[in-house]
């Protein structure tokens, strides 16, 4: 079988506390407001001359260096997921490409906001089993605060910058014991827009109360169902990070044990597609997930779209 053998994540070096952000933003909020109601205590934001390539640069090297060989020219694959990319063409996957040095691979993006990383390895997964050999990047990476209206408390609070990056092994198989459901419906209220045409040009808006809802009611039992069918014997969840609360009201409604779905939004804010991967960096770094073959891990997702997805597998 195919086999995830590394993982790397980034953050921007600049912390910036809630207190902090209030008093450079001027929002009318506190951190103890931010804190209580999503659980977040800072977030890391790139510097102005930081692009988001550089960004997703740094967690793919950060997971090649802890692989320790150079496999570079052996990469078949780059999928990267993001919702913070400002340019059309070339894709910021070709720029990680560029950046690293690969002379030769298939490298794209997918653009699933909040649900992308889960998005991207479905479809990394599904196309690395024509790969005999060689590997396959996986990366979530978003550079939030390009995109975000520091007027607008209902947004402005709740993101961060940070990539995190898988790295896996190709052998014509897939990766063990994996299985997924992805889905969208239509988002007809524009719950998460970034909307070329408004008067804030490639500024994020979004109805929290909408989005909340939309967790709480299909989510959650469509995660319930999966994992009663899939992965009833997962040892990890690793929800997508976009709020403390959501993660509580997850746990409770799936009756698992809260350690099983750790969390890392105090820390980090909600950085997007980048969320399931810093965290499970995280994990892998702090001893909690071994990429040895015996841990069984469930992803999931959501966001923009409305799209969501669950996928498991054995790492």
Known sequence: MSKIVSTGSYLPADIVTNTQLVEQTGIDSSDEWISQRTGIKQRHFASADESLAHIASKAVENALERYGQDIRDEINLI????????????????????????????????SGACAGFVMATEVAEKISRDYTS????????EKMSSILDFSDRSTSILFGDGAGAVLIQNDGQGLPNYRSELSSI???????????????????????????????????PSLS?????????????????????LVGIMVDKLEIDVEKAPVNIDRTANTSAASIPILWDELIQDGTLKLQGSQKVVLTGFGGGLSWGHVTFDI
């Open 79 to 110: 999928v990267l997921a993001t919702m913070s990319s400002h340019n059309p063409t070339p894709a910021v996957a070709s720029q990680v490409q560029d950046i690293l040095g690969i002379k030769e691979t298939w490298a794209f993006d997918i």
């Open 134 to 141: 060689g590997y396959t990047l996986v990366i979530g990476a």
């Open 186 to 220: 239509p988002d007809r209220k524009d719950s998460i827009v970034v909307d070329p045409e408004s008067d804030e040009t490639d500024k994020m808006t979004m109805s929290g109360h909408d989005v909340f809802n939309f967790v709480v009611r299909k989510i959650i």
């Open 225 to 245: 169902r999966f994992i009663q069918r899939e992965a009833s014997d997962f040892d990890y969840l690793l929800s997508h990070q976009a709020n403390e609360r």
